[in-house]
Every structure is written in C-alpha cells, then in structure tokens.
C-alpha cells in the first residue's frame, strides 16, 4: 500500500454513481454490488465527517413512464446535505446541473466509486476530467459487468486521467 492520499475537504467531493438496487443487484465482479456500495458508505461517512460534498448520481431511463423497481439510491444511502444529480445519460455531466453546483462549493478534486466502472463511473470522470476537474478512482468502491471491463478501466484508463487508489488511502489533511 502507497502512503494515504490527504485530500482538501474544502475542493473535494466523493461522486458515488449509480449505487441503486437494482443496480447494486446485478451479477458484478471483480466484486459484489453489495460490498461497493458497503464500501461507498464508509467513503461516504469519511467525506461527511470531513465537510466535504457526497454527489449521489442515479440514473432515469429517458421515455419511460415509470422508473423499474430499485431506481432509487439504495436505503440509507442519501443523507441531508448531499447532492442528488438525475442523470439519463451514462454520464452524470451531461443535461445536468452538476458541474454548476460543485463549481458554487468550489470544488476542484473529485473521487469517484460506483457501478459499473467503465460505464457511469468512466463516462462522469471523462467529462470531469475534460472540465478540468483532478480526479481521483477509489479501486476497491467499484465493479463491473466483468472482471476485464473493470481491469481496462482500472489499469489502463484510470491511471492516464489521474490517481487509482484504494479506500484506505483516501484520506484528509496536509499529508
């Protein structure tokens, strides 16, 4: 394990994508929906403690009447003071208010977990990275349809768009 990555609460937000039932309940790997979002709740816990934004993203099928059971963030997930962004697109940027409202907090870092590494979670950190926000990919808060989708993500493309890192070293301060 590196040295802890200390984060500024004050231009950090943890962007935590697509952790919804139904989602959470697919046939994921290299790990179970239900031990990223167990994970993302401990990221959660850390960011709020420390005064930092929780960006809850979930998707909404566009030309549906109704939503298919589990679209909501999964139980307990949300607290009061995080930021809800709809997304219906793969990605959290677009058609949203996102970027608006981590620019009003003055957030310039962003770390992300979620389902399914190299769609959502890649899809929103591309965008982010093309706005110029740092980036930051928590390893161990994310999973896939496959193992291969999310080792390509994480070996090959996290690493060129900015810092891979697991939840233990995650962390705030001066260092």
């Excluded at 989602?23 to 959660?44: F, S, W, Y």
């Excluded at 697991?166 to 962390?171: F, G, I, K, N, R």
């Amino acid at each position: 394990m590196t040295a802890p990555l200390a984060l500024d609460p004050a231009r950090t937000a943890l962007v935590l994508v697509d952790l919804m039932d139904r989602i959470v309940a697919l046939p994921l790997e290299p790990r179970k929906g239900t031990d990223v979002l167990l994970t993302a709740e401990t990221l959660a816990a850390r960011f709020r403690s420390a005064g930092a934004p929780v960006v809850l993203v979930r998707v909404e099928r566009q030309g549906t009447p109704e939503q298919p059971p589990g679209s909501g963030l999964a139980a307990g997930l949300a607290h009061d003071g995080d930021i809800e962004i709809v997304k219906r697109t793969i990605g959290a940027f677009q058609h949203t208010d996102l970027d608006a409202r981590l620019r009003e907090l003055g957030v310039g870092a962003l770390v992300f977990a979620g389902i399914a590494t190299n769609l959502g979670v890649e899809s929103t950190a591309r965008a982010a990275g093309d706005l110029g926000y740092d980036l930051v990919f928590v390893e161990d808060a994310m999973t896939a349809l496959t193992a291969p989708e999310h080792e390509a993500s994480v070996r090959l493309d996290f690493p060129r768009l900015g810092t891979v890192v697991t939840a233990a070293e995650v962390s705030f301060g001066t260092g």
